[in-house]
């Protein structure tokens, strides 16, 4: 197998034995050198450095603090312009996903890729950039979709306080890393993970950004599904899923409501009609109530 080739296999393998664990069998590794230590440790609810300082495409000095203005969620990957496959995957499966959604970067959120190679040039990073946006489709987003770089000491302490390990390969001369989406509050907390491979992110980003911006950003209907518990986060898979009684429950409230709707004001003008005087007659004389089922009535004796 070509060098490459391998890089891109090792790469892959944290997303298939639980990111990155430690696999032991007969007390031999099961995960090759490359991979081992490699990784997400997921950080729910804790807050990540806002002091940490990055340079954008174009070239501007970025302070994280910046990126968050206590509206909107921001959704950060780690990613380097010289990676043979892995971020190429990950960012295309992202573009092709916000294209599925309401919701859109700038307006409702931000996307954030920080380079994880402090060697990277804001020229490769801004080509990454333009390539990205060009996949999404949507020019006029462009100030909502940041690609950042930075020295190694800023990237490994933003990566560390999000849980995300990664190590450099001197003899591939590349980066072996996992693939996840980080979702962040508008005030900068950790609110969930995604599986940055996931071929069903179109389905799992919009309900993450809902949840990562507290009701801030969505639809009506985004936030009662989410709020009602209609969708619940599984950390193991880094998925929602639906939750057959939270719909249950609903179809069983919209239900009376439309009952109550619809009958109330029925019974209330029902009530108001005044009675003829053979009606009055019937509901008060025995004659009238045998007559109404067709005899006799059954329950009064010889």
């Given at each position: 197998?070509?060098?490459?080739?391998?890089?891109?296999?090792?790469?892959?393998?944290?997303?298939?034995?639980?990111?990155?664990?430690?696999?032991?069998?007969?007390?031999?590794?099961?995960?090759?050198?490359?991979?081992?230590?490699?990784?997400?440790?997921?950080?729910?609810?804790?807050?990540?450095?806002?002091?940490?300082?990055?340079?954008?495409?174009?070239?501007?000095?970025?302070?994280?603090?910046?990126?968050?203005?206590?509206?909107?969620?921001?959704?950060?990957?780690?990613?380097?312009?010289?990676?043979?496959?892995?971020?190429?995957?990950?960012?295309?499966?992202?573009?092709?996903?916000?294209?599925?959604?309401?919701?859109?970067?700038?307006?409702?959120?931000?996307?954030?890729?920080?380079?994880?190679?402090?060697?990277?040039?804001?020229?490769?990073?801004?080509?990454?950039?333009?390539?990205?946006?060009?996949?999404?489709?949507?020019?006029?987003?462009?100030?909502?979709?940041?690609?950042?770089?930075?020295?190694?000491?800023?990237?490994?302490?933003?990566?560390?306080?999000?849980?995300?390990?990664?190590?450099?390969?001197?003899?591939?001369?590349?980066?072996?890393?996992?693939?996840?989406?980080?979702?962040?509050?508008?005030?900068?907390?950790?609110?969930?993970?995604?599986?940055?491979?996931?071929?069903?992110?179109?389905?799992?980003?919009?309900?993450?950004?809902?949840?990562?911006?507290?009701?801030?950003?969505?639809?009506?209907?985004?936030?009662?599904?989410?709020?009602?518990?209609?969708?619940?986060?599984?950390?193991?898979?880094?998925?929602?899923?639906?939750?057959?009684?939270?719909?249950?429950?609903?179809?069983?409230?919209?239900?009376?409501?439309?009952?109550?709707?619809?009958?109330?004001?029925?019974?209330?003008?029902?009530?108001?009609?005044?009675?003829?005087?053979?009606e009055q007659q019937e509901s008060t004389?025995?004659?009238?109530?045998?007559?109404?089922?067709?005899?006799?009535?059954?329950?009064?004796?010889?």
């Amino acid at each position: 197998m070509k060098p490459v080739p391998l890089l891109i296999a090792i790469a892959l393998l944290p997303a298939l034995f639980g990111g990155g664990s430690r696999l032991y069998a007969q007390g031999q590794r099961a995960l090759p050198e490359a991979a081992d230590g490699i990784g997400v440790d997921q950080k729910v609810g804790d807050r990540i450095p806002l002091d940490v300082v990055f340079d954008d495409d174009k070239g501007n000095r970025v302070v994280v603090t910046e990126l968050f203005d206590g509206k909107r969620p921001v959704v950060l990957s780690f990613n380097y312009s010289n990676c043979p496959q892995l971020c190429v995957v990950q960012l295309n499966l992202l573009a092709s996903a916000l294209q599925q959604i309401d919701l859109m970067p700038r307006e409702d959120f931000l996307v954030v890729s920080v380079g994880i190679d402090p060697n990277e040039q804001i020229s490769r990073i801004a080509e990454v950039k333009r390539k990205f946006v060009a996949a999404y489709g949507k020019p006029s987003t462009a100030d909502g979709i940041r690609f950042l770089r930075g020295n190694r000491e800023n990237i490994e302490r933003l990566a560390d306080a999000c849980g995300y390990r990664y190590k450099y390969l001197p003899d591939q001369k590349q980066f072996s890393h996992p693939a996840a989406f980080i979702f962040l509050t508008p005030d900068g907390r950790i609110a969930r993970y995604l599986d940055g491979l996931s071929g069903d992110l179109d389905k799992t980003l919009q309900p993450a950004l809902v949840e990562a911006g507290e009701g801030r950003i969505g639809s009506v209907f985004d936030k009662f599904m989410y709020f009602s518990g209609c969708y619940l986060y599984d950390p193991a898979t880094g998925k929602y899923a639906s939750q057959a009684m939270g719909l249950v429950r609903i179809g069983g409230l919209i239900t009376v409501v439309l009952l109550v709707v619809t009958l109330v004001p029925y019974w209330f003008f029902r009530r108001g009609e005044p009675k003829g005087d053979d009606e009055q007659q019937e509901s008060t004389t025995p004659k009238a109530r045998d007559r109404l089922v067709g005899g006799a009535s059954p329950f009064i004796g010889n």
